[in-house]
């Protein structure tokens, strides 16, 4: 992402995002340091989802910015479904409840090439989770709201790993591992969106830290953590303010 393009989504981000809320750019934009032709995957956090016309009227502006960055543009998710999340979906999100839930264990399934599947409030869920918890760049509106949503989703994305392995202790590579490869050996955005590397490994310790704070889970031997003895609906996120 570019310091131009920055600015114009900055902008696009001070004029329409509800009061209270805030607003992220992500994916291929947000990991890149200079020009890129990538679409420019946007989100805004608000309490409500705007009206229609409110929604088209937001729509044409992330256009434009595509048209005058000559930008290319993703409709595999319409706009209607990722541009906006409400502070429901985060709480749904990372109260991960956009999973499915085998044998008392939390089951991603892999993505589906399926229009009203990638348009469901579950993957839109998914998506907004992916987002706070990967490369992303803060666009600007309530820091506050942003950084207790982000503490929130590194500690969600820690319990899934936790959750998903079904071991009594993991590492931190256990944890990435399960995050990056599904079962049946989906990766990347046919998986849960994430790629191997230090940041990954960082928002996952950070979640595990967070865990150990609310002694839901313990550390051993300093690099090993084990699930204390709790409901497993407990080894999750808090709410937000």
Request: charged share 20%; hydrophobic share 40%; proline share 4%.
């Amino acid at each position: 992402m570019t310091p131009e393009l920055f600015a114009a989504a900055a902008q696009l981000c001070r004029i329409t995002t509800p009061v209270g809320g805030y607003g992220l750019a992500y994916g291929s934009q947000a990991v890149g340091a200079g020009y890129s032709d990538s679409d420019l995957d946007l989100v805004l956090v608000g309490r409500h989802r705007p009206g229609c016309h409110i929604m088209n009227d937001l729509i044409a502006a992330v256009c434009k910015i595509h048209d005058d960055f000559g930008l290319r543009s993703d409709t595999e998710v319409d706009y209607e479904t990722k541009l906006f999340a409400t502070y429901s979906d985060v709480d749904s999100a990372v109260g991960l409840r956009c999973f499915s839930r085998i044998s008392g264990g939390l089951s991603p399934d892999p993505v589906v090439a399926d229009r009203r599947w990638l348009n469901s409030p579950a993957f839109a869920q998914r998506l907004i989770l992916n987002a706070l918890t990967s490369e992303h760049v803060f666009l600007g509106g309530s820091v506050a709201r942003y950084r207790a949503d982000r503490a929130r989703a590194e500690q969600a994305i820690a319990a899934l790993a936790i959750s998903m392995l079904g071991g009594p202790e993991v590492t931190v590579l256990d944890a990435v591992r399960a995050l990056i490869e599904g079962p049946g050996g989906e990766r990347g955005k046919d998986f849960l969106g994430y790629t191997p590397g230090a940041r990954l490994c960082s928002t996952v310790q950070s979640g595990l830290a967070s865990l150990v704070a609310r002694n839901l889970v313990e550390v051993i031997d300093g690099a090993r953590f084990r699930r204390c003895h709790v409901r497993d609906e407990q080894v999750g996120p808090g709410h937000a303010a």
